[in-house]
């Protein structure tokens, strides 16, 4: 998504411009549609409509803009326009491909624009998969596709034809020896489907029947009906404390939102799927939606889904993410909005997907700073659910083992229902003990650590050495050091297009800007005095690998951050690897943290986390006894008494103390009780204007002319503002940041200052882009 080049907003074209003189014949009285378009302007644009096909709100159009051909979205239709003849223009074609978007979709990504500041077409139009932006491909959007039957050939060569291990394979022509498979129902089986059936029809070995020549046979486990879903054969029985959960949801009708607040391994997942199945059998028709931080990093989740719903059609179950191929995603976003699919598994991005029979939305890990989009329309997914659950009365369910406070603090005001599970569900499963190894303490005693490595934290990986037992290593660096410097002249490497230094890669032997991507090799000797014994400074998780492979020498080490799975699908190897025993100690940034379910792991060490304590944004203590306690609860999951163990210079900040208690509520507490006093959010509502410029003073001097502004608006006065300043790392790739943060005690007063804010901001010239946030998580 584009963001808006103050200067540049002068060289658009307004409503009337967009649609140049072309045409004089058109009457004054015909057809007009009205129609959003990806352009960052606050206006509708009107064309004159002459196609056969009767348009619909709703509907995509394909239209002149300037010299360009765009597609716009039809927001209204009238038998009349303001805008003079001679320059009206006509939509060229329209894509009656699927159903009008609903009057409740256009609903929310009107909301959406509004709430952040932008157009409503630079919501609406990014919001779809790219082919039904793509008018060269409208016709075929829906075209049925193709399902495959063996032919006798294939009957006969191909159990032969295959590798004995290719098990994907294997599956995929069992499959067609059973019944006439639908290609949807083939990538279910086998992520390569489309060319090896491709590939096999080419051999003679399969033929593709196209469109409904023939019925789908109905797959098998079809027959089971859906109320077995309820109470499935393969599901555990649920604990108490999900059986309260899931009867409180059963009972919402209308809107509601309710904050799953449940410790690491209480079992949340179960208590959506319950959930889930429970909608699927009350309604024939209803969807719902399934939000994840991060779809990738969890693959068992998806897993748990498509067992579960297993005896439905493939397409029963659809995943929306930034990481599907474009015809995938498009497949999958159309399933959704036919309403064929009724369960959708998605990232931030399927907020947006349309939904007509949405009954039920969860926000897994509600918490998690993924579901902010940083760019583009800066938007809250979580925000949104709980707007769209609202609107269309259906209940939203928040699931997380530590809530944001924003989320805790409307479930202390009772505005969100708070359900607990305060237990883990498997039986036996206890958290673990979380025990702190003072550094100082240490060092008194005359014993340092090695390498970073402090001698209990040393001795207690020997003894899950040991006992065959593995161990995680946490810390939130990755690379060797995140710095080199020199002890004679003081040099430190640097960035020369950022201001921030670059970190050491010594695998790589590189040095690296980790803001812009910056590369060089590491220099023999100092560049300023010639000294040769330059060194590393501080820890990343290469250097701890190569300390912990000293320290333990038979120990088998993996390290997983995002240099060593750069390569798509290494993460998911090295994750196999330790579920299947064969990694003793694996060393990692947040990525261990996310979601797995290790059986193995007993011991979870952390380092380096007590940067975080005394950071400048108020939010760091929170993301930090979030990622400590979500890192904590990989221990001991597997009915294995889990121990974690904090390296820290600072062993008797609250912190910390709440969390070897595991007393988030406690930690929430005492919190919130800053943040009121400081006026921080949750108790107040802040935007942040930000520019970038060539020069700090151009950035600079926009933002005091916007803060200067500010005066005179309606709300101007119930205002806070900030004074402008430069972002901590002021310069990346030669641009300078800078920011003006905004605040007030009344959300509604903040929107109507902020609407009332946009002209003026769009009037000041200069070399220099901006952006506006609206409730911005990173200040
Ligand atoms: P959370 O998301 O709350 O951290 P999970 O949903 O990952 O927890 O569940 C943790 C483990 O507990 C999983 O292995 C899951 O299969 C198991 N589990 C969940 N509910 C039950 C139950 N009622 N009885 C036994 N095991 C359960
Ligand atoms: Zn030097
Ligand atoms: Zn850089």
């Not at 027959?223 to 599901?235: F, M, N």
């Not at 991005?349 to 918490?367: G, Q, T």
């Not at 240490?442 to 390498?451: M, P, Q, T």
């Not at 001795?459 to 050091?481: K, P, T, V």
Request: aromatic share 6%.
């Amino acid at each position: 998504m584009q963001e808006r080049f103050g200067g540049m907003d002068a060289d658009l074209p307004d409503a009337a411009d967009a649609n140049d003189a072309t045409d004089l014949a058109s009457s004054a009285r015909g057809l007009y549609v009205r129609v959003a378009l990806d352009q960052p302007i606050p206006t509708l644009f009107d064309y004159r409509y002459t196609l056969e096909a009767q348009p619909e709100i709703g509907q995509l159009v394909q239209v002149p803009f300037g010299r360009r051909s765009v597609v716009g979205l039809i927001c209204a239709i009238s038998s009349s326009t303001d805008v003079p003849r001679q320059r009206l223009r006509a939509a060229e074609s329209i894509c009656t491909d699927c159903a009008p978007l609903s009057p409740s979709w256009l609903a929310l990504v009107n909301f959406a624009a509004e709430y952040y500041q932008r157009a409503l077409g630079e919501v609406a139009l990014p919001a779809l998969p790219q082919p039904l932006r793509d008018p060269a491909r409208w016709g075929r959007l829906l075209a049925v596709e193709p399902q495959y039957s063996l032919t006798e050939s294939g009957r006969l060569a191909l159990p032969a034809a295959l590798p004995v291990r290719a098990h994907a394979l294997r599956r995929l022509a069992e499959a067609l020896a059973a019944q006439v498979l639908p290609a949807a129902q083939a990538r279910a089986l086998h992520p390569k489907a489309n060319a090896t059936l491709a590939q096999w029809c080419e051999a003679g070995w399969v033929t593709a029947i196209e469109g409904d020549a023939v019925p789908a046979s109905p797959p098998v486990a079809m027959a089971r009906t859906v109320a077995a879903l309820a109470s499935p054969l393969d599901a555990p029985t649920l604990t108490e404390e999900q059986g309260a959960a899931l009867e409180q949801l059963q009972q919402v009708r209308g809107f509601a939102a309710l904050l799953l607040y449940g410790v690491t391994g209480s079992g949340k997942t179960e208590v959506y799927l319950r959930g889930l199945a429970a909608l699927l059998e009350r309604d024939a028709e209803a969807q719902g939606l399934v939000l994840v931080p991060e779809i990738n990093l969890t693959p068992q989740f998806e897993a748990a889904f498509r067992t579960r719903f297993a005896h439905l059609p493939a397409d029963t179950i659809v995943t929306l993410h930034s990481g599907l191929a474009e015809g995938e995603r498009a497949r999958n976003w159309l399933a959704a909005h036919q309403g064929r699919a009724r369960i959708v598994l998605g990232t931030r991005l399927a907020i947006l997907a349309s939904l007509p029979k949405l009954a039920l939305i969860i926000v897994d890990e509600e918490h998690e700073a993924a579901y902010k989009q940083q760019e583009g329309l800066r938007y809250s997914a979580r925000d949104l659910a709980v707007w769209r659950a609202k609107q269309l009365e259906i209940p939203v369910l928040l699931g997380s083992a530590t809530p944001s406070l924003e989320s805790w603090w409307q479930a202390e005001q009772g505005r969100y229902r708070k359900l607990t599970l305060s237990h883990r569900a498997v039986t036996d499963a206890v958290l673990p003990s979380v025990k702190l190894i003072d550094l100082e303490h240490e060092k008194r005693r005359g014993r340092a650590s090695v390498d970073g490595l402090s001698q209990p934290l040393l001795a207690a990986l020997r003894a899950r050495l040991a006992r065959g037992e593995q161990s995680l290593i946490f810390l939130n660096r990755r690379g060797y050091a995140p710095a080199l410097s020199c002890d004679a002249c003081g040099w430190v490497a640097g960035c020369p297009r950022c201001s921030a230094y670059v970190v050491l890669h010594k695998p790589e032997r590189a040095l690296r800007c980790h803001h812009c991507g910056w590369e060089e090799r590491i220099p023999h000797a100092c560049p300023e005095c010639g000294n040769v014994d330059i060194a590393p400074l501080g820890r990343g998780t290469q250097r701890v690998e190569e300390a912990l492979a000293a320290a333990l020498p038979q120990a088998r080490i993996a390290r997983i951050d995002a240099d060593s799975t750069r390569r798509k699908g290494t993460a998911q190897a090295l994750f196999s690897d330790v579920h299947a025993g064969q990694i003793d100690v694996l060393v990692g940034t947040q990525m261990i943290a996310k979601g797995h379910d290790f059986q193995r792991v007993t011991l979870v060490g952390v380092l380096n986390a007590d940067n975080a304590l005394f950071s400048h944004d108020f939010r760091a203590s929170e993301r930090l006894f979030a990622q400590l306690m979500q890192v904590s609860g990989r221990a001991g999951r597997g009915g294995l008494a889990g121990e974690v163990l904090i390296q820290t210079r600072y062993a008797r900040h609250p912190l910390y103390d709440a969390l070897a208690r595991h007393d988030y509520p406690g930690f929430a507490r005492a919190t919130l009780e800053e943040r009121r006093q400081a006026h921080f959010p949750p108790f107040v509502y802040q935007a942040l204007l930000r520019a970038e410029a060539r020069t700090l003073e151009q950035a600079l001097a926009f933002l005091h002319a916007a803060a200067a502004g500010l005066d005179g608006l309606p709300d101007g006065a119930r205002i806070t503002r900030y004074d402008p300043v430069p972002l901590t790392i002021v310069k990346v790739m030669h641009v300078h940041r800078a920011q003006l943060l905004i605040e007030c005690a009344s959300r509604a007063a903040l929107q109507h200052t902020l609407h009332a804010w946009q002209p003026h901001l769009r009037s000041l010239k200069g070399a220099l882009r901006w952006n506006l946030e609206v409730d911005p998580l990173d200040i």
